[in-house]
């Protein structure tokens, strides 16, 4: 998902988040405001969360806590773009003072230009003259207000392209980049959001969640026979498998070198298994071919693989916990199977 704010909800954003932030006892800077920002507008949960527990105990964020809360819930970016968007700020923010510094001067050069001009009439100077330079004086602040005013819509606009920048970097930072799958860090991510009380994140849809792991049997085999290369090649295959069977609401993920999960809502037990039957039978049918040696036979690739029911109450580590040992007994049993462990 991408920023796609307005000009007046980003404004509305900025309004809300300035009050937050003066209150606290960080200093006012780009990353005290990146973090109020983020709070405001609510697309990040998990440091909505962070946040409102720490004002829970009644204390304010001081310089410390804020750049950790940054750096854990905003900057888990690469440094070069956390470094852009933290200039970006500064920038911005610089510019929004100076032109509210000069709108001050002209406010106030205004004022003084209109109490000499009263006095002026009060001694009977030419009144014609006296509303020419009324006039002048107007319009010197008319232009310092469209001066201020487009200041402040640049500002907004180059806040509003940081912000989809910050966005998107956050994004990709938890893309598998070989796969396209989700990383184990989004796969930690739900599965804590799941254990942290919100219930599984396709509550609204079905109450039965299951997790499901799955491991490529002997892939060090596969390496050592065929090459690195082609170890990639099988490993994307077997996501793109976990990526078609993936029901909706589901998160298929690459949580390790030649290791899956597929977080997935099910009916029940049966339902469940009958998917990771599934996605085994299709990669122990597939044909991987070698690149360029299409005729070459492969050995067949097989996945192990472990299932179990995520119940309400359980933490994320044990439900975690469980599947591996789901895994771990396909792998004893002769590898290539599932194993669903009852919780
Ligand atoms: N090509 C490739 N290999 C990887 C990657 N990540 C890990 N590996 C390899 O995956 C292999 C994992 O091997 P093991 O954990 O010993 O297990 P295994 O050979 O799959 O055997 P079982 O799991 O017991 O069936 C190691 O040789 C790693 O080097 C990767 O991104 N690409």
């Given at each position: 998902m991408r920023?796609?704010?307005?000009?007046?909800?980003?404004?509305?954003?900025?309004?809300?988040?300035?009050?937050?932030?003066?209150?606290?006892q960080?200093?006012?800077?780009?990353?005290?405001?990146?973090?109020?920002?983020?709070?405001?507008?609510?697309?990040?949960?998990?440091?909505?969360e962070?946040?409102?527990?720490?004002?829970?105990?009644?204390?304010?964020?001081?310089?410390?806590?804020?750049?950790?809360?940054?750096?854990?819930?905003?900057?888990?970016?690469?440094?070069g773009?956390?470094?852009?968007?933290?200039?970006?700020?500064?920038?911005?923010?610089?510019?929004?003072?100076?032109?509210?510094?000069?709108?001050?001067?002209?406010?106030?050069?205004?004022?003084?230009?209109?109490?000499?001009?009263?006095?002026?009439?009060?001694?009977?100077?030419?009144?014609?003259?006296?509303?020419?330079?009324?006039?002048?004086?107007?319009?010197?602040?008319?232009?310092?207000?469209?001066?201020?005013?487009?200041?402040?819509?640049?500002?907004?606009?180059?806040?509003?392209?940081?912000?989809?920048?910050?966005?998107?970097?956050?994004?990709?930072?938890?893309?598998?980049?070989?796969?396209?799958l989700?990383?184990?860090?989004?796969?930690?991510?739900?599965?804590?959001?799941?254990?942290?009380?919100?219930?599984?994140?396709?509550?609204?849809?079905?109450?039965?969640?299951?997790?499901?792991?799955?491991?490529?049997?002997?892939f060090?085999?596969?390496?050592?026979?065929?090459?690195?290369?082609?170890?990639?090649?099988v490993?994307?295959a077997?996501?793109?498998?976990?990526?078609?069977f993936m029901?909706?609401?589901?998160?298929?993920?690459?949580?390790?070198?030649?290791?899956?999960?597929?977080?997935?809502?099910?009916?029940?037990?049966?339902?469940?298994?009958?998917?990771?039957?599934?996605?085994?039978?299709?990669?122990?049918?597939?044909?991987i071919?070698?690149?360029?040696?299409?005729?070459?036979?492969?050995?067949?690739?097989?996945?192990?693989?472990?299932?179990?029911?995520?119940?309400?109450?359980?933490?994320?580590?044990?439900?975690?916990?469980?599947?591996?040992?789901?895994l771990?007994?396909?792998?004893?049993?002769?590898?290539?199977?599932?194993?669903?462990?009852?919780?």
């Amino acid at each position: 998902m991408r920023y796609e704010h307005s000009i007046e909800r980003s404004t509305e954003l900025l309004r809300a988040a300035l009050p937050l932030m003066s209150r606290q006892q960080s200093a006012l800077h780009p990353i005290s405001y990146a973090v109020w920002y983020e709070y405001v507008c609510g697309g990040n949960p998990s440091l909505r969360e962070a946040v409102d527990a720490q004002l829970a105990q009644h204390q304010a964020l001081d310089e410390v806590r804020t750049r950790e809360l940054f750096t854990r819930h905003i900057a888990e970016i690469d440094p070069g773009t956390a470094q852009r968007v933290s200039d970006g700020f500064s920038r911005v923010l610089t510019g929004m003072a100076e032109s509210a510094a000069l709108a001050g001067d002209q406010t106030a050069r205004f004022g003084d230009s209109l109490s000499r001009l009263s006095a002026d009439l009060l001694v009977e100077h030419d009144p014609g003259s006296t509303l020419l330079a009324l006039q002048d004086s107007t319009r010197d602040m008319q232009s310092a207000m469209a001066r201020l005013q487009q200041r402040l819509a640049e500002s907004q606009r180059e806040i509003l392209q940081l912000r989809d920048e910050v966005r998107q970097a956050r994004q990709d930072s938890l893309i598998d980049s070989l796969t396209g799958l989700a990383n184990r860090r989004a796969f930690d991510e739900r599965m804590q959001q799941w254990a942290g009380g919100d219930g599984p994140p396709h509550a609204g849809a079905d109450p039965h969640a299951f997790l499901m792991l799955a491991d490529i049997d002997h892939f060090k085999r596969v390496n050592d026979t065929y090459g690195h290369a082609f170890g990639d090649q099988v490993i994307k295959a077997v996501a793109q498998v976990l990526q078609q069977f993936m029901p909706g609401g589901g998160l298929a993920a690459r949580i390790g070198g030649e290791e899956f999960a597929l977080l997935m809502p099910a009916a029940d037990a049966q339902q469940a298994r009958d998917l990771a039957e599934q996605v085994r039978r299709r990669i122990a049918g597939s044909r991987i071919r070698r690149q360029g040696r299409a005729d070459e036979a492969i050995e067949r690739i097989t996945v192990s693989l472990g299932l179990t029911r995520c119940r309400p109450g359980d933490s994320a580590a044990a439900v975690i916990d469980r599947a591996d040992q789901a895994l771990y007994q396909s792998k004893q049993g002769g590898r290539d199977r599932v194993t669903l462990l009852a919780a």
